[in-house]
């Protein structure tokens, strides 16, 4: 899914994903909606040891990939760079606007080293606890730990990676491929540790 992305200043990005869509084996090619995001971090977030931020996620969803029309999530960040070392954490809570003993809590966890300014490795962890009101047992939770390799180049980025699942639940080998470009690189670089 293309996310379109805009630096309104060193602290606030706004973003796009759009188009939001999927391909099932019954119905094919389908849009499944968009989400409009907005991100807040502390400004030079690169350049510091510790660093913070909040995102927001607003979704409008299609009835096939969602139950709520509605949704969003509140992604907190916090991070360290440690030399060569990066760790993030990411509490995570998705939100169908059902009240807020129904926040989903889905964190994710970032451990990266730098090999270089152009070539990271990571080990990364997503996980769905389920609603805070009631977390789902150990073998119902979404675990999934990836190994990611990630290219900073001049023209272009790719983060790939390659995910399995720790518990029945969830999905067994997942496979993943971020492409991003700068359509415009102004005179002063932009807040991109995040």
Request: no cysteine; charged share 20%.
């Amino acid at each position: 899914m293309p996310e379109w992305a805009y630096g309104v200043t060193d602290w606030f990005e706004q973003g796009l994903y759009l188009p939001l869509y999927s391909v099932s084996s019954n119905l094919g090619p389908v849009l499944d909606g968009f989400k409009v995001r907005e991100l807040f971090v502390v400004p030079h977030a690169a350049d510091r040891t510790f660093f913070y931020g909040i995102n927001f996620e607003f979704s409008y969803n299609a009835k096939h990939w969602d139950p709520s029309m509605y949704s969003s999530e509140i992604r907190s960040i916090f991070g360290w760079h440690l030399g060569k070392f990066d760790f993030i954490v990411n509490p995570i809570f998705d939100n169908s606007w059902k009240g807020f003993n129904n926040l989903d809590f889905a964190p994710a966890v970032r451990v990266a080293y730098n090999v270089s300014q152009t070539w990271t490795v990571a080990i990364e962890e997503y996980a769905d606890y389920g609603v805070i009101k009631h977390f789902l047992p150990a073998d119902q939770q979404s675990q999934q730990l990836f190994g990611v390799i990630d290219y900073k180049g001049e023209q272009f980025n790719v983060e790939a990676g390659l995910g399995f699942g720790l518990t029945t639940a969830s999905d067994r080998l997942v496979a993943k491929i971020m492409l991003s470009r700068d359509l415009y690189k102004p005179d002063k670089p932009a807040n991109r540790a995040i």
